[in-house]
């Protein structure tokens, strides 16, 4: 089988090629998969994306007019996919858990390092200003920690949390564990911190708004390393500039596919929104590296290759994506063979 990556990167590159063999050959573009390159999955049977590339309904149809088979997504979203257009048309699997400690540990670490203050501190102590003034944090014994999603990650974050002895609160539509499920109302008034870890869905598109950041405690914390859409940005930088929020902590960004990933340090950053909420001090934002481990790209690899070969071999597989169901992402063991 013959493979098209899009959007790799050299770490993608060297994680994959350690589990290629005589029966598959990679095909590696730097390029995202958009309409202008589309082209470049022509001759392949199958294409590799990652969570900025563009799969809808147009290059949807230039994959089947190619005689692409498969698409395999090496992250566990998909909503950059067009399912239910891809419904007898081309099959569609992604890898549901690659490291939920990866995820869950560098939001702790963007949730210490605000409220400690440790980037103020690095960045002082490089001019040999070893001055206290400003770098007052606080504790997070005993503060109240709302978690938005238990699924792996959210489990994940919320052992974290218990270790620093916070009190916990947990919001998912289908509860799933013995934690303590609140509305989405009682999580957004009570909690002292945020913490997203749900997919991005017609639901759960700008869940947090200028209405749900209104219930809101003044000086609230929201931590978000899953989607960017999950935040609503002007209503985010709004409630920062009026104090209700007293600090951000992203991974994500809603418009982050032209920006993120990329090395825009010679360019003017286009994005007033994004530009604005950097130059924040009470905001941390990275560069969507939170799944970025040595662990969670060998992970990523052998899944991806597995979803792969059970396509090959005409296997089911418990990671391809249910086209039909209405609940796309709770489908899963209710199967028991291919949608089509």
Partial sequence: MKIAFFDSKPYDISSFI?????????KFYETRLNIDTVALAAGSDAIC??????????????LVQYGIKLIVLRCAGYNNVDINYCYKKIRVMHVPAYSPYAVSEHAMALLLTSVRRIHKAYNRVRDFNF???????????????????????????I?????????IIAYD??????????????LFENSDIISLHC?????????????????????????????????????????????KIGAACLDVYEEEAD?????NSN??????????????????????????????????????IKNIYAFKNGEFSENELCYHCPKIEYCKGKRDKKCF
């Fill in 18 to 26: 350690q589990y290629k063999d005589e029966n598959l050959e990679f």
């Fill in 49 to 62: 994306i990652f969570v900025n590339d563009t799969c809808n309904a147009e290059i949807i149809d230039r």
């Fill in 131 to 157: 001055s206290l003034n400003d770098l007052t944090g606080f504790d997070l014994h005993n503060k109240t920690i709302g978690v938005i999603g238990t699924g792996k990650i959210g489990k994940c974050f």
């Fill in 159 to 167: 052992e974290i949390c218990r270790g620093f002895g916070m009190n």
């Fill in 173 to 186: 539509p289908f509860p799933n564990g013995e934690y303590n499920y609140v509305s989405l109302e009682n």
């Fill in 199 to 243: 997919p991005l869905t017609d639901d759960t598109f700008h869940l947090i708004n200028t209405h749900s950041i209104d219930k809101m405690k003044k000086g609230v914390i929201i931590i978000n390393t899953s989607r960017g859409a999950l935040i609503d940005s002007n209503a985010l930088l709004d409630g920062i500039k009026s104090r």
């Fill in 259 to 263: 920006i993120f990933y990329h090395d």
């Fill in 267 to 304: 360019h003017i950053l286009n994005d007033d929104t994004l530009a604005r909420l950097i130059s924040m001090p009470n905001v941390i934002i990275t560069s969507h590296q939170a799944y970025l481990t040595r662990e969670a790209l060998d992970n990523i690899a052998q899944t991806t």
